[in-house]
Nanobody, 122 residues
Framework: QVQLVESGGGLVQPGGSLRLSCAAS????????IGWFRQAPGKEREGVSC????????YYADSVKGRFTISRDNAKNMVYLQMTSLKPEDTAVYSC???????????????WGQGTQVTVSS
């Protein structure tokens, strides 16, 4: 079964850090550009960051630029999102997906996983 599974979310105080992981099963991740998306309650899904299949090209939304870092380890079939200086407005369910290209707008293809909840609150 082809799927992506997200993990690493949790509750963190403002200014804190978290690292999210996106694991692929049923297919080889290194053939695809991968993006991280987030959706807050009552808001539309937003593209946060994406990375090319080789890892050589990345894109960040303005809202997270300088605070988040996307990376991948193709040998482990994993993509990561390191989040620092977290703000309450970063609270959302974060999901990963294959994307058509690296850049805006981020266009997901394929199915979604369950996502992982990130809550930034004191």
């Amino acid at each position: 079964q082809v799927q992506l599974v997200e993990s690493g979310g949790g509750l963190v105080q403002p200014g804190g850090s978290l690292r999210l992981s996106c694991a692929a099963s049923g297919f080889t991740l290194d053939l695809y550009a991968i993006g991280w998306f987030r959706q807050a309650p009552g808001k539309e899904r937003e593209g946060v960051s994406c990375i090319s299949s080789s890892g050589g090209t990345t894109y960040y939304a303005d809202s997270v630029k300088g605070r988040f870092t996307i990376s991948r380890d193709n040998a482990k079939n994993m993509v990561y999102l390191q989040m620092t200086s977290l703000k309450p407005e970063d609270t959302a369910v974060y999901s990963c997906a294959t994307v058509i290209r690296v850049g805006a707008p981020m266009i997901p293809i394929g199915s979604w996983g369950q996502g992982t909840q990130v809550t930034v609150s004191s």
